[in-house]
């Protein structure tokens, strides 16, 4: 039976400790069971985590094992290498694989039933592996995608116009990595278009603000990377939210990793797109408005997320 107050977070470094520690905060759950390789580590970012606990809203959060995921709602897999300085996402394709080449089918094993969430990096790449080695159906296995991307994006622009970040309303589609695409053509602020927006305060010279834009929100994990060796923060507030929206069934519209099926002309590749997120994973895709050379990016992120996978031995 499906349990949507249990959540499992299988890796216990940076990002899954720092998601533990936003959902332990947020009350979705009543339990979150902890993963790692290293029984050490998961029992000591448990005991930490739970410490908290008495400040926030009562639950569980312990040190367990893959038999914890046969009644979960939510798998959550933050397990991998860590990108390091001048690395970029696909350089842990085939490290990662082979990590999850043995987390998968453990889960799997237990007849989980309930939703799996990819966050590990190349997420695109790797939610299509776990599909694979899992056999899920598609919309049970989702990929965090470009959910943090996206809130880089909105954040650079509340910076650049002066207005709140949650009036924004804009996405980061395609890969999760340096081919994301910036959909500027669809982007608006409450209804206005963006680039009318703009003009409201003051800004004129689009192509040049949303090049630079872009390539700030691009490069972003990089920047941080550099000061301070890993991401986390960020994208443990990213994981909360797509959870909300699983747990609640909120059917909010989320740009997570999802198997593309003929939309904007490209079959047979996982990449983040706009999809409806509720209680039964991914309800729908929602088609996004592209102008001419947003769909050619796209295609060509497409294009060579296949090439990897081709390579790939799963």
């Known amino acids: 039976m499906i349990n949507f107050r249990k959540a499992v977070m299988v890796g216990c470094g940076f990002v899954g400790s720092a998601s533990v520690f936003a959902l332990m905060q947020s009350g979705l759950f009543s339990e979150i069971a902890m993963i790692d390789a290293d029984m050490d580590k998961a029992e000591g970012e448990a005991m930490d985590i739970s410490h908290g606990i008495p400040f926030a809203k009562h639950m569980r959060v312990y040190a367990g094992n893959y038999d914890d995921v046969r009644d979960a709602g939510i798998v959550i897999v933050t397990a991998g290498a860590n990108q390091k300085p001048d690395e970029t996402r696909l350089d842990l394709v085939h490290k990662n694989v082979g990590i999850f080449k043995s987390i998968i089918p453990e889960i ?16 695109d790449i790797l939610t299509a592996v776990a599909q694979k080695l899992s056999g899920l159906p598609e919309n049970r296995v989702i990929g965090s995608g470009t959910v943090l991307d996206t809130g880089r994006l909105k954040t650079r622009l509340s910076d650049h116009l002066g207005v709140d ?5 804009a996405f980061i589609v395609g890969e999760h990595g340096d081919s994301e695409i910036a959909a500027f053509s669809s982007a608006n602020v409450s209804g206005i278009p963006l680039n009318d927006f703009c003009e409201m305060r003051g800004h004129y010279s689009h192509d040049e603000s949303e090049k630079n834009i872009a390539e700030e929100v691009k490069n972003a994990a990089y920047e941080i990377i550099q000061r301070k060796r890993a991401t986390y923060f960020g994208v443990a507030m990213a994981v909360k939210r797509i959870c909300e929206c699983i747990v609640r069934d909120e059917k909010s519209i989320l740009p997570v990793s999802t198997m593309m099926h003929g939309e904007q002309g490209i079959d047979g590749v996982v990449l983040s797109m706009p999809c409806i997120v509720g209680s039964d994973g991914i309800e729908k895709q929602v088609p996004i408005k592209l102008d001419e050379d947003e769909l050619k990016r796209l295609r060509e992120s497409a294009e060579m997320l296949k090439g990897i996978i081709s390579e790939l031995n799963i």
């Open 165 to 169: 970040s949650r009036s924004i309303h």
């Open 108 to 123: 799997a094993s237990r007849d989980f039933k309930g939703i799996l969430l990819i966050v590990a990096n190349p997420v």
